[in-house]
């Protein structure tokens, strides 16, 4: 019964619109409806058909003007959610932040960004003669897009932004396939689904997707809309991925965390403990190092790791994961010869992680995910599930110690 | 035949008349804007490009709700009030009684004498 002028008409109409495309088909099917209805009745009234077709295009309304009414309307409602949103993100935000500043193993004393700044030149200053100029020692000094990193860094780079971008999710018994369709075109990003490994864990390609979820980012929005389904994604092979949990568990990532400036924080006044001495904390190990030593710092920089832990940790090469040793021990003064020491920051740091986020995944307790220190870059081999929640660890230590770049710069 | 009513004048009743067309019962798009078609004398047409906006801000306040149902042989999204939509029907219509009432007798002052 459908006319083809009413398909042009509705095809004009939903592409005019901004929303989900379950969202769309069901407009164009409401739509649809009533023009049916419409013609129906000029036609009992003796219309020819043509004229019937028109006269109801004619009064249902301008498409243009109706695609905007519609998309203020779905603009209303999420305002009317970022408001709820709102409230509870200031709570949620604040209480972050105490719980913070109660874990944070130097006390509670921050510094302001000019500090920092401080710290970073005097760094660059005392770098040892026969190393390459800081440029080409660290190759991740300034964030990775303006480095022009490799094609696979960029691609995850880019999947990370869409992921923070804000979700618009609507659907209504989405068929699973659909809503990767969706994904993709919408947040201009490559999804595919694991088809194989769903298909062993018994779900259909053709699974209903239920969700509505708005003032949130698409990470979010993704993990909860696929946590429901038993589902999850990660960021593979330049594609997000979306597959079981069990599947995602096997997935190691390695990505590098620039923790420079959260271990150039000040210890607070009177603290007893020694820094820079004892061969673990690279950062400041690093300022006093003997100049011939240099470029040895890179092995035990490697983040292969594999080794149990190093008591001592002074060895050069000690292993990344080796929240003891640290993997400079090897390149600080009195390096070689084994002496009475507290942690340092960075190892503090490392301990953090590994006690705050998924405890027993970490290598030093028997889990897959490995953790070592170079310079006050931090390399994590873990699943994309921990990454995640180091990555926001260390971004609410940045925020709560009110340093100058307020996210964690991650490489991956 | 009268005029239709002016765009004007229609405008802050327009929820309170879809939400009066519902209270017979449930209904889809087309049906609500020809009973306000036929009951109003043709005098509110209203088009569906504003029908349809009214129908959906409706629904996300809640006021109404919605369901699919191909039982009439076309897969249309029927309409119907919610208790919520029942109340805003009933306070609001009260209102604009008032508000009616009130206009007619000054507008019987005012105007006649005038």
């Known amino acids: ?412 | 035949m009268p005029d239709k009513f002016q765009r004007e004048l229609l405008r802050g009743s327009l929820d309170l008349m879809v939400l009066s067309v519902l209270a017979g019962g449930k209904k889809y798009g087309y049906l609500i804007q020809k009973q306000l078609r036929e009951t109003s004398d043709q005098r509110v047409d209203l088009q569906a490009g504003t029908l349809y906006p009214i129908l959906h801000k409706l629904e996300d306040d809640k006021l109404i709700k919605s369901s699919w149902d191909e039982e009439t042989g076309r897969k249309r999204k029927w309409y119907e009030l919610t208790a919520a939509g029942r109340r805003r029907l009933s306070a609001q219509a009260a209102e604009w009684l008032d508000y009616a009432e009130c206009i007619r007798r000054l507008l019987a002052v005012e105007w006649k004498s005038a």
């Open chain 1, 1 to 412: 019964m459908s006319h083809q002028e009413f398909e042009n008409y509705l095809a004009l109409l939903t592409r005019l619109l901004k929303v989900a495309p379950s969202q769309r088909q069901q407009l164009a099917e409401e739509f649809r409806a009533h023009l049916e209805d419409r013609l129906d009745e000029l036609l009992a009234g003796g219309m020819p058909r043509e004229k019937a077709v028109h006269k109801a295009i004619g009064e249902f309304g301008d498409a243009a003007v109706l695609a905007a009414e519609l998309a203020q309307i779905a603009q209303r409602r999420r305002r009317r959610f970022l408001m709820k949103m709102s409230y509870a993100g200031v709570a949620a935000l604040a209480l972050a932040g105490l719980l913070v500043f109660a874990l944070w193993p130097d006390g509670r004393q921050v510094q302001g960004p000019a500090a920092a700044v401080a710290q970073g030149g005097g760094q660059e200053q005392d770098e040892p003669p026969p190393a390459p100029p800081p440029s080409q020692v660290d190759p991740f000094r300034v964030p990775g897009a303006s480095k022009s990193p490799d094609k696979a860094s960029q691609a995850h780079a880019k999947i990370q932004a869409a992921l923070d971008q804000e979700a618009e999710f609507d659907f209504v018994d989405t068929p699973l396939k659909d809503f990767v369709d969706f994904i993709e075109a919408k947040y201009n990003i490559p999804v595919i689904l694991c088809k194989h490994t769903l298909e062993d864990a018994a779900i259909s390609l053709d699974t209903p997707v239920n969700s509505s979820l708005r003032g949130i980012s698409l990470r979010s929005a993704l993990r909860i809309t696929l946590g429901q389904m038993k589902m999850t994604f990660v960021i593979w092979d330049e594609v997000l991925q979306i597959t079981t949990p069990e599947d995602a568990e096997t997935r190691m990532v390695t990505r590098v965390y620039d923790c420079r400036e959260l271990l150039a924080l000040p210890s607070p006044p009177g603290s007893s403990r020694p820094r820079g001495i004892a061969g673990g904390g690279g950062f400041f190990a690093v300022q006093d190092e003997p100049a011939t030593k240099g470029p040895a710092t890179a092995g035990g920089a490697a983040p292969a790791g594999g080794t149990p832990p190093a008591t001592g940790g002074t060895e050069p090469g000690a292993t990344p994961g080796n929240v003891g040793g640290g993997g400079f021990g090897g390149v600080a003064p009195g390096g070689d010869k084994p002496q009475e020491r507290e942690l340092s920051d960075a190892e503090n740091l490392i301990r953090l992680i590994t006690t705050t986020v998924h405890p027993d995944t970490w290598d030093e307790v028997g889990g897959p995910g490995t953790v070592a220190e170079y310079k006050g870059l931090v390399v994590v081999s873990q699943t994309w599930e921990v990454h995640e929640k180091v990555e926001r660890l260390l971004n609410m230590l940045h925020t709560a110690a009110d340093v100058k770049t307020q996210r964690v710069k991650v490489v991956e």
